[in-house]
């Protein structure tokens, strides 16, 4: 028999151990960036009441994102994921929610027409409440407390009370988590999401005479909708999106929590969002956080920073995708723009000659912060854009699939990122400077990288 004919007599992806063989392996591996929780009696509790918790989202979503994400790695999707640094308990209110979702599916829009492509909507929403930090600990004016966390460990208040790692938080994450995928499904599933309506939030944007660049191309998705409209398209229809959930797998206690058995399958699933990501700092290969996440049925992202080599890249691979399904595993890339058009090349490279299909997105933030004069954690618009346009370059250079979009933004008017057609000054950090961790793309500076990205798809 040939070694055709033997595979096809076997399942196409054979699938990883069934029931909860293997789930708690994580838990004699070296593990980093965990919190150490100050009341075991209380962390024994919340991890209990988790665990009995319904599913924040279900197998059968998990398993529809996993098809678009092979379409995007074969080249014919993209994908836009996109939301804040860390989300907060107090950010989770219907205005800001809502406005940064409708920011995504206004640069999804954009997206779309650029590529002439389906564009995956994932927020990093509903659940990016842990953050790796570098240091331990932060210190203002010679008194030192443990760093900020995210809402899920610590509070962000500089007292010794609010910086305390108090494992009920991880309830309260699951319970933010919960309303905030309640408003996003309402607000994508209800017919609020309008095709018509997400353009005409657009025009909003080139409106402003900042913008007057963007213009023609807005002019043509305009004339594109009203095209769709006179051949009678089916708008009734493109009222209702899907839209995906994502965070960084950090914190493994909350996520084996919410990790269930489907019973449709016996596979388990980690219920806590459709996506997870596993951080430059918590992808050691032999660590925890792999080994976790290797063994649950959801698409797994890795973020891969510029000392990744190429055998790195193969190894993870190995691990984590071994079956080399399509869709299981995506690459997102944050190498920053000074590093990208060197590094990445030869990553690709090899992933490709290996035969392994991934997905490869681009981080351009991560890989580009600094820290303004005014001493503020920022990062300016150019070096964001240029780092997207390295990544752009370094696919068509190589015939591979630029498959995807990362970034921080949100939907409101801050001033967190330099730049931008309407430019942020440092100065005005001093008023509308929010995130608790990393700089987010603000409104319009989120849509004006949408343009950019879409004149480039245009052109791929
Ligand atoms: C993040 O996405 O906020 C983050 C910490 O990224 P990275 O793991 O790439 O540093
Ligand atoms: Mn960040």
Redesign the pocket.
């Known amino acids: 028999m040939t070694d055709t004919a033997a595979s096809a007599l076997l399942p196409p992806f054979p699938l990883p151990a069934a029931g909860t063989a293997g789930l708690d392996h994580w838990r004699s591996l070296p593990i980093s960036q965990q919190p150490q929780w100050q009341d075991p009696a209380v962390h024994t509790s919340s991890l209990r009441e988790l665990s009995s918790l319904p599913p924040l989202v279900f197998a059968g979503e998990v398993d529809v994102l996993r098809e678009r994400l092979a379409a995007a790695a074969q080249g014919k999707a993209f994908l836009l994921q996109g939301g804040d ?2 989300e907060t308990f107090e950010g989770a209110t219907a205005d800001r929610i809502s406005a940064r979702v409708k920011t995504i599916l206004q640069m999804a829009v954009v997206l779309t027409y650029g590529a002439s492509l389906p564009v995956i909507k994932m927020g ?1 929403m509903a659940g990016q409440f842990a ?2 930090r570098s240091s331990n600990d932060e210190t203002r004016d010679g008194v030192t407390l443990p760093a900020y966390r995210g809402d899920m460990v610590n509070g962000y208040d500089f007292t010794p009370e609010s910086r305390g790692h108090d494992a009920s938080r991880m309830v309260k994450a699951y319970h933010t988590s919960a309303s905030t995928l309640n408003l996003i499904r309402a607000f994508t599933q209800g017919g609020f999401a309008d095709l018509r309506l997400v353009h005409h939030w657009n025009k909003g944007f080139t409106a402003n005479p900042a913008h007057s660049r963007y213009e023609s191309l807005a002019r043509e998705i305009d004339r594109a909708v009203r095209f769709m409209d006179a051949c009678g398209a089916d708008f009734e229809a493109l009222k209702r999106v899907e839209f995906f959930a994502s965070h ?1 797998a950090l914190l493994l206690d909350y996520e084996r929590a919410l990790t269930r058995i489907d019973s449709r399958t016996n596979l388990p699933y980690d219920t806590s969002a459709h996506f997870l990501w596993i ?3 918590t992808r050691d290969l032999d660590g925890a956080h792999v080994d976790f996440l290797s063994r649950v049925r959801n698409p797994i992202g890795v ?1 891969l ?1 510029p000392t990744t080599s190429g055998d790195d890249a193969l190894a993870l691979i190995d691990k984590l995708d071994p079956n080399r399904e399509p869709g299981r595993l995506t690459f ?1 890339t ?1 190498m920053g723009a000074r590093n990208i058009r060197e590094k990445l090349p030869q990553l690709v490279e090899k992933v490709t000659a290996s035969g392994a299909q991934v997905l490869w997105v681009t ?1 351009p933030m ?1 890989g580009n912060t600094v820290t303004s004069p005014n001493g503020y954690k920022t990062r300016n618009f150019d070096d964001v854009m240029d780092e997207v346009r390295g990544f752009f370059e370094v696919h068509k250079a190589l015939g591979t699939f630029p498959g995807g979009l990362h970034v ?1 933004m949100t939907g409101d008017d801050v001033a967190e990122c330099l730049g931008g057609a309407d430019p942020v000054d440092q100065e005005s950090f001093l008023e509308r400077y929010e995130s608790v ?2 700089p987010r793309l603000n409104h319009m500076q989120s849509l004006e990288m949408a343009f950019l990205v879409a004149g480039a798809l245009s052109k791929n």
């Open positions: 640094c860390a990093r953050k790796p960084e951080g430059e700092r973020k920073g997102i944050r981080d991560h921080e961790c990393d």
